[in-house]
């Protein structure tokens, strides 16, 4: 099992920063990715941003320029600095990790954390 837990989310002005974080424990093996993805009330969930072990970096369109995702290899955490925070930017935002355990995949997800932007 993989334990994925995400911390902090909050209310923030628009124009704010906040920055999430994502920490895997449990029997990981080895991490391929780590990613953020956020679901709005009435919409579907959509992939914010991911990370690779190899280094590749990925964003959401709409999110470029404001948002950068970055990793700590030896903590099995990784970031999500958002800046310049705009109202549309709220949603419940989930941690997903990708990893190989023993020659199986896995995909676990974190319990979401809010992030409230106001106008």
Request: glycine share 14%; hydrophobic share 35%; net charge neutral.
């Amino acid at each position: 099992q993989v334990q994925v837990v995400e911390s902090g989310g909050g209310l923030v002005q628009a124009g704010g920063s906040l920055r999430l974080s994502c920490a895997a424990s449990g029997s990981v093996g080895s991490i391929y990715a780590m990613g953020w993805y956020r679901q709005a009330p009435g919409k579907q969930r959509e992939l914010v941003a991911f990370i690779t072990s190899g280094g590749t970096l990925s964003y959401v369109d709409s999110v470029k320029g404001r948002f950068t995702i970055s990793e700590d290899n030896a903590k099995n955490t990784v970031y999500l600095q958002m800046n310049s925070l705009k109202p549309e930017d709220t949603a419940i935002y989930y941690c997903n990790v990708h990893g190989n355990l023993h020659g199986s995949w896995y995909n676990y997800w974190g319990q979401g954390t809010q992030v409230t932007v106001s106008s």
